[in-house]
């Protein structure tokens, strides 16, 4: 009985304990946080020849990291190393189709022999098809999963082991807003990104479960960027003050000081953070009612016309 009492003070003390730390990295402007030396830490980018991933890539290299690109384009990759290594960097790129497992494989061991350990990995590639479901072809489902949460098993299962061995590294899953919540025209993503946000639950659990506290994860669901992504697609956002379509550059320094400062879970814009949670409390027809008041569940454009 008394180990109980004990266990459940241990409990108390530590939901206080990290409650303060995540709460300090929410208010305390980045200039006062503690961040981690990048310089020379290897990186690993996936989808890193456009969008978020070109630009934190940029961001890293300006830390004096190491990066590792990994696209499906090659050339967009190989540009940007020579972008880097013409800025006096040191990058790597390859092209990897992350809807093969065997592919993920075969790169990642070719890394882990000809650059080392990885310290981050930071699985960002993704696709939408922007199809209504009755619209939505089995391929479309195999790519969406395929790159969108399949790849994040194969990765990380490169990966984090050497990270265990040495209880360091860093694991970032770039999932979405569409992750915690649904909307029409967009099944196959909102799905893919749900099952990305529950791989990256248990991700955290499993290295919990390992005692190796030296390891480090974050979650990433940011609302509409303005990217190639969502901006062929026409997304809208009804009250713009409130969820604009975000900044490229506003979110991926979001990223960036998030990584940077071991921040755990990263939403943008940071409304989201009481709007999850508070409707999630309520009836499954209000939530739903709430989210078609402010547009977010019928945000692409067909849904307007
Ligand atoms: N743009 C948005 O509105 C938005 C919102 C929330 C989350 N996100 C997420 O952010 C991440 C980055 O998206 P983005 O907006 O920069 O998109 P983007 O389309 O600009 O970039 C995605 C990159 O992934 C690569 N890619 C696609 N399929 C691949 C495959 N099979 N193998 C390897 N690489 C592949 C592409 O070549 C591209 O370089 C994605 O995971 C996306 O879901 C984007």
């Given at each position: 009985m008394l180990d109980l009492i004990l266990e459940i003070l241990c409990l108390f003390f530590n939901v206080i304990q990290w409650s303060l730390i995540s709460l300090s990295k929410y208010i305390l402007p980045y200039s006062m946080l503690p961040k981690k030396d990048l310089h020379k830490q290897k990186v690993l980018i996936t989808g890193?020849?456009?969008?978020l991933g070109k630009l934190l890539t940029r961001k890293f290299a300006d830390r004096g990291a190491v990066l590792i690109l990994w696209d499906v384009n090659l050339k967009s990759v190989d540009e940007l190393k020579d972008e880097i290594r013409g800025n006096g960097g040191e990058a790597h790129s390859y092209e990897v189709n992350l809807c093969d497992p065997r592919r993920i494989a075969e790169v990642g061991q070719q890394v882990l022999r000809d650059?080392?350990?990885?310290?981050i990995l930071i699985n960002n590639a993704g696709v939408a098809t922007a199809k209504m479901i009755m619209d939505t072809t089995e391929r479309d489902i195999d790519v969406s999963f395929g790159v969108n949460v399949k790849s994040h098993f194969f990765t990380v299962q490169q990966f984090l082991p050497p990270m265990l061995e040495e209880n360091h590294g860093h694991i970032v899953t770039i999932a979405s807003a569409a992750g915690k919540m649904g909307s029409a025209g967009l099944a196959d993503y909102t799905s893919s990104k749900h099952a990305a946000v529950g791989f990256h639950d248990s991700l955290v659990a499993e290295v919990m479960a390992s005692g190796k506290d030296g390891i480090k994860t974050t979650l990433v669901c940011p609302y509409?960027?303005?990217?190639s992504m969502f901006d062929a697609t026409g997304a809208t956002t009804r009250f713009p003050s409130i969820?604009?379509?975000?900044d490229t550059d506003y979110v991926v320094q979001k990223i960036f000081e998030a990584i940077e400062t071991e921040q755990e879970y990263l939403v943008t814009p940071s409304g989201l953070y009481f709007v999850f949670p508070g409707v999630q409390i309520l009836p499954y027809k209000a939530q739903k009612a709430i989210g078609e008041f402010f547009g977010l569940i019928q945000s692409l454009d067909r849904f307007h016309k």
């Amino acid at each position: 009985m008394l180990d109980l009492i004990l266990e459940i003070l241990c409990l108390f003390f530590n939901v206080i304990q990290w409650s303060l730390i995540s709460l300090s990295k929410y208010i305390l402007p980045y200039s006062m946080l503690p961040k981690k030396d990048l310089h020379k830490q290897k990186v690993l980018i996936t989808g890193a020849g456009s969008g978020l991933g070109k630009l934190l890539t940029r961001k890293f290299a300006d830390r004096g990291a190491v990066l590792i690109l990994w696209d499906v384009n090659l050339k967009s990759v190989d540009e940007l190393k020579d972008e880097i290594r013409g800025n006096g960097g040191e990058a790597h790129s390859y092209e990897v189709n992350l809807c093969d497992p065997r592919r993920i494989a075969e790169v990642g061991q070719q890394v882990l022999r000809d650059i080392g350990k990885v310290d981050i990995l930071i699985n960002n590639a993704g696709v939408a098809t922007a199809k209504m479901i009755m619209d939505t072809t089995e391929r479309d489902i195999d790519v969406s999963f395929g790159v969108n949460v399949k790849s994040h098993f194969f990765t990380v299962q490169q990966f984090l082991p050497p990270m265990l061995e040495e209880n360091h590294g860093h694991i970032v899953t770039i999932a979405s807003a569409a992750g915690k919540m649904g909307s029409a025209g967009l099944a196959d993503y909102t799905s893919s990104k749900h099952a990305a946000v529950g791989f990256h639950d248990s991700l955290v659990a499993e290295v919990m479960a390992s005692g190796k506290d030296g390891i480090k994860t974050t979650l990433v669901c940011p609302y509409y960027v303005h990217t190639s992504m969502f901006d062929a697609t026409g997304a809208t956002t009804r009250f713009p003050s409130i969820f604009p379509i975000l900044d490229t550059d506003y979110v991926v320094q979001k990223i960036f000081e998030a990584i940077e400062t071991e921040q755990e879970y990263l939403v943008t814009p940071s409304g989201l953070y009481f709007v999850f949670p508070g409707v999630q409390i309520l009836p499954y027809k209000a939530q739903k009612a709430i989210g078609e008041f402010f547009g977010l569940i019928q945000s692409l454009d067909r849904f307007h016309k």
